[in-house]
T-cell receptor, first 114, second 111 residues
């Protein structure tokens, strides 16, 4: 069965600290990968996506993620977090063909202390 | 311009009532979804429609019935509401397996 694991459920960092959130997926075929962010009281917004090509993708607000196919991982990184990055972060995958069912991880709650 | 819109934003109702949530997207996408997000922020897919055809129907009680009158609309009707239905419901749309765009959510509270 397809699944997405986000290992860090709660992360607390001070401003300017570096961030890395883990995401691993389980699926036998080709997938598209995404990171979404949900600020308090808001809806999910796309941070970045990977379809093909360069496995290091850059998104909005200084975020980047690296797809490592051999490890089935798509970790999210940011060199220096800001208080405004406090939010819930979701990793998601979907097969590139078929029913376009998106599988979301359980989310990581990031709190950045000013 | 709002890409994915939902109405209402808040819905407070009594147990046993029937309610509907509407969703519209103006992105020209062919696939629309309903998700339920519980208090722990866990996002669970409920339904998906592709070109008005139901393609994903997860383990959801029969009290939940989606309806897609056209590609741009996907509504969710809930019969006999229960306390456990309290959650935030998000509508989303996408073009095949590309990124999803989410609506602002409908916070449903069942008393």
């Amino acid at each position: 069965a397809q699944s997405v694991s986000q290992h860090n459920h709660h992360v607390i960092l001070s401003e300017a600290a570096s961030l890395e959130l883990g995401c691993n997926y389980s699926y036998g075929g080709t997938v598209n990968l995404f990171w979404y962010v949900q600020y308090p009281g808001q809806h999910l917004q796309l941070l970045l996506k990977y379809f093909s090509g360069d496995p290091l993708v850059k998104g909005i607000k200084g975020f980047e993620a690296e797809f490592i196919k051999s490890k089935f991982s798509f970790n999210l990184r940011k060199p220096s977090v800001q208080w405004s990055d406090t939010a819930e972060y979701f990793c998601a995958v979907t097969p590139t063909s078929g029913t376009y069912k998106y599988i979301f991880g359980t989310g990581t709650r990031l709190k950045v202390l000013a | 311009d709002t890409a994915v819109s939902q109405t209402p934003k808040y819905l407070v109702t009594q147990m046993g009532n029937d309610k509907s949530i509407k969703c519209e997207q103006n992105l020209g996408h062919d696939t629309m979804y309903w998700y339920k997000q519980d208090s722990k922020k866990f996002l669970k897919i409920m339904f998906s429609y592709n070109n008005k055809e139901l393609i994903i129907n997860e383990t959801v009680p029969n009290r939940f019935s989606p309806k897609s009158p056209d590609k741009a609309h996907l509504n969710l009707h809930i019969n006999s509401l229960e306390l456990g239905d309290s959650a935030v419901y998000f509508c989303a749309s996408s073009s095949q397996s590309r990124e999803q765009f989410f609506g602002p959510g409908t916070r449903l509270t069942v008393l």
